[in-house]
């Protein structure tokens, strides 16, 4: 796992250096069609506060982890992805909502790139797994990444293909990418759940560890505290 990660970091290092050409590359295609003409992405957000939606498994864990990155401004825990306006978490976690349970992340351009953030995400869970997180099984847990603009589109479709090409991981990501639609807010009770309840045996043994490892890694890149 150590090696591996090492790895993990080497790669995104490099593809850092790399992002250069990935916006380039976004700012030439800022026209053009997400995904086989389904739907027309605006080019771009002009605010120093720009919006990230994430799903990487339970929203409870990566809530906690983005939050403590210098320059995320606020976290929500939600839902995205499904049909239905204003789901129910009992309606999402049937896993017949369509649904995934995503995190709402607004950030300040000026103390964080979007890019740092898509390093957190691959980061924050096992992208390979398809449906799941380790027991949280269901589409409801699924990797993905809802773009809110041509440019997060672009990066994303570009960093998997490289750690894909790079073979950082020991199968290919499973991460979709699609076109932002709706978020909606989680039930109160989600929202801050490991920092409200974190001798709770889930946040103890699940959440604890990932968290351990996410402060390690992002030990240079936390806020004060964190």
């Given amino acids: ?16 250096v790399l992002s250069a050409c990935a916006q380039s590359k976004a700012k030439r295609n800022e026209t053009a069609d997400v995904a086989d003409g389904i739907t027309r992405l605006p080019k771009g957000n002009t605010s120093a506060i720009d919006t990230a939606i994430f799903g990487a498994g339970c ?27 204003n789901p129910t978490y009992s309606q999402v976690s049937s896993g ?31 992208p390979t797994q398809l449906d799941r997180q380790g027991n949280d099984v269901g589409p409801q847990y699924r990797s993905v990444i809802f773009a809110r603009t041509q440019d997060q589109y672009n990066k994303s479709m570009y960093y998997i293909d490289k750690l894909n ?16 639609v709706a978020f909606y807010k989680a039930e109160d009770y989600h929202q801050e759940y490991y920092a409200k309840n974190g001798g709770e045996a889930y946040c103890v043994y699940v959440i604890k560890p990932k968290m351990e ?14």
């Fill in 59 to 85: 929203f409870w864990c990566v809530e906690a982890q983005f939050a403590t990155l210098n320059g995320v401004t606020s976290v929500l825990s939600g839902y995205s992805g499904g049909k239905k306006a």
């Fill in 213 to 226: 490892k996410f402060r390690k890694v992002f030990k240079d890149r936390l806020k004060p505290g964190k």
């Fill in 1 to 16: 796992m150590k090696s591996k990660l090492r790895k993990f970091l080497t790669i995104m290092l490099g593809l850092a």
């Fill in 96 to 126: 017949r909502s369509g649904h995934a349970e995503v995190i709402e992340v607004l950030f300040d351009t000026t103390a964080i790139s979007y890019d740092e953030l898509l390093e957190a995400f691959f980061l924050s869970h096992d």
């Fill in 165 to 180: 090409q790079a073979a950082v991981y020991k199968s290919p990501i499973v991460t979709a990418v699609e076109p932002f």
